[in-house]
């Protein structure tokens, strides 16, 4: 069965401490990682895929790494309005169709 | 902006009626899913469907149908509601390339928020 997993569950950093957020996973055929921010009432926002083992994304304060066991979501010098949840998912080819499987998602709280 | 709206956004229903969710795409996308969120579970699949009139259950999908006239409209369909099924519900489409990444993601509707009580 696939699974992922995202630590912690919940992070609290202080503006400009940087930090990583993990999501570690267990899957048949990896076909792409992705990470989505998620602010509360809101619908997940597309951040990156990845594709292979060694892969690096970057946008503004966010860097994303995998590996062939998990991904890092690197957040250097946070900002406030960076708070958010932030959540992992795999996506394997089954059947045909785009089999996405989701973590649970880190709670990234940025205080001033 | 993947150009998707889902309606309602709230609805507080009762156990028993029958519930209709509308998600509408702007773009064309063959690729649609319905998802359910709730506490301690991620993003959980309920239907998808890969184009007109061709639709496929998920992980989560009893209870609950589905149906694609139109390519922009997915509907989904509770149909006799139970307080179980209280959840956000999000839309999601596969990116056809169109936006942002490379291909293969999925980017989501802003939700509805059901109630069943």
């Known amino acids: 069965e696939d699974q992922v997993t995202q630590s912690p569950e919940a992070l609290r950093l202080q503006e400009g401490e940087s930090s990583s957020l993990n999501c570690s996973y267990t899957v048949s055929g990896l076909r792409g990682l992705f990470w989505y921010r998620q602010d509360p009432g809101k619908g997940p926002e597309f951040l990156f895929t990845?594709?292979?083992a060694g892969e690096e994304k970057e946008k503004e304060r966010l860097k994303a790494t995998l590996t062939k066991k998990e991904s890092f979501l690197h957040i250097t010098a946070p900002k406030p309005e960076d708070s958010a949840t932030y959540l992992c998912?795999?996506?394997?080819?089954?059947?045909?169709?785009?089999?996405?499987?989701f973590g649970t998602g880190t709670k990234l709280q940025v205080i001033p | 902006d993947a150009g998707i709206t889902q309606s309602p956004r709230h609805k507080v229903t009762e156990t028993g009626t029958p519930v209709t969710l509308r998600c509408h795409q702007t773009e064309n996308h063959r690729y649609m899913y319905w998802y359910r969120q709730d506490p301690g579970h991620g993003l959980r699949l309920i239907h998808y469907s890969y184009g007109v009139k061709d639709t496929d259950k998920g992980e989560v999908s009893d209870g609950y149908s589905v149906s694609r006239s139109k390519t922009e409209d997915f509907l989904l369909t509770l149909e006799s509601a139970t307080s179980s099924q209280t959840s956000v519900y999000f839309c999601?489409?596969?990116?056809?390339?169109?936006?942002?990444?490379?291909?293969?993601?999925?980017?989501f509707g802003p939700g509805t928020r059901l109630t069943v009580l």
């Open positions: 990845l594709y292979s």
């Open positions: 998912a795999v996506q394997v080819g089954y059947r045909g169709y785009q089999k996405v499987t």
């Open positions: 999601a489409i596969r990116n056809n390339e169109l936006l942002a990444g490379d291909g293969n993601e999925q980017f």
